[in-house]
Structure formats: C-alpha cells, structure tokens
Nanobody
C-alpha cells in the first residue's frame, strides 16, 4: 500500500506565502512524476504543477512565476512553495503521484497513481 499525506495548508492574507508538503510512504519501487492539483469551491480539479523523475517541472499559467514545485527523493517528499498568493488560489490542494510498485522479487512491477486527501489553502484578508 502507498499513502500520501499533505500538510502546510491554512489561512493566509493576499500577498502572503505558504509551503505545502506531500510525504509518500509505503512499499514501492520508484516514484515517477509527482503533481499538485487543486479544487476550488464549485470548480473542477485542475493541475497546478508537475515535477518529473529528473526534476523537470511544469506549471499552470495561473501560477507560473509565483509557485515552485520541488522534490526530495531521499525523503519521498514533494513541496509546493506558494508566493504572492491571491484569493483565487483558495482551494483544496491535492498531492498526486505515479509510482512503480515492487514485486515480491523486488523488481519493478505495475504502475499506479495515488491521491492524497488534500489540504485546504484559504487566501483572504
């Protein structure tokens, strides 16, 4: 089983900063790409940022230049540094990871995608 736990959400004033974390635990062979999604009230879930195995990154246009995604492979942890926050950034932020599972022989197995339960970010004065 693989578990994802997000943390770091909260209430922040416009223009402020927050850093989200996502810790991946369990039994797997490798973590492949790691994503942050968000879902605002009444809206569809959207991809915010992605970081690949080789640490190449991609961002939604709405957050480019303000958010930075990173990962610490030794800690199986992903981060989202969010600066210059706006009320429109208010949402539940979800961690999404693609992992290669480990077989009983310790070799690479199937790929699976997992979601965290989310952490709420509220940007308001």
């Amino acid at each position: 089983q693989v578990q994802l736990v997000e943390s770091g959400g909260g209430l922040v004033q416009p223009g402020g900063s927050l850093t989200l974390s996502c810790v991946v635990s369990g039994t797997f062979f490798r973590i492949n790409f790691m994503d942050w999604y968000r879902q605002a009230p009444g809206k569809e879930r959207e991809l915010v940022a992605r970081i690949a195995t080789g640490s190449s990154t991609d961002y939604a246009s709405s957050v480019k230049g303000r958010f930075t995604i990173s990962r610490d492979n030794a800690k199986n942890t992903m981060y989202l540094q969010m600066n210059s926050l706006k009320p429109d950034d208010t949402a539940v932020y979800y961690c999404n990871v693609d992992v290669t599972l480990r077989t009983g022989w310790g070799t690479p197995g199937n790929g699976m995608v997992y979601w965290g339960k989310g952490t709420l970010v509220t940007v308001s004065s």
